[in-house]
């Protein structure tokens, strides 16, 4: 079983930046893709950014050049560093993390921009 661990989530002002971490630990064999999803309220959850096992990744079309996907494989994290954040971006951020037959995914973190 894996277990997730989010953290770097807060409050702060529009065109500010944040770094998300999300540490997994568990029965871990080998991990395949990391990424991060996002939930505004009223909204539903959509893909904000993944990174496969190679390292190649994938953005929302609304956060491309402004957010980074990066994956520490000695340490089964990934990270998500977000810049000139938008008002818009203010989201509860899930991590996921798929191993082969399985997927996890984390409690969430709040991300709050303010106008």
């Known amino acids: 079983q894996v277990q997730l661990v989010e953290s770097g989530g807060g409050l702060v002002q529009a065109g500010g930046s944040l770094r998300l971490s999300c540490a997994a630990s568990?029965?871990?064999?080998?991990?395949?893709?990391m990424g991060w999803y996002r939930q505004a309220p009223g909204k539903q959850r959509e893909l904000v950014a993944v990174?496969?096992?190679?390292?190649?990744?994938n953005y929302a079309d609304s956060v491309k050049g402004r957010f980074t996907i990066s994956r520490d494989n000695a340490k089964n994290t990934v990270f998500l560093e977000m810049n000139s954040l938008k008002p818009e971006d203010t989201a509860v951020y899930y991590c996921?993390?798929?191993?082969?037959?399985?997927?996890?995914w984390g409690k969430g973190t709040l991300v709050t921009v303010s106008s």
């Open positions: 996921l993390v798929t191993t082969p037959g399985s997927a996890t």
């Open positions: 568990g029965s871990i064999f080998s991990i395949d893709a």
């Open positions: 990174i496969a096992n190679g390292g190649s990744t």
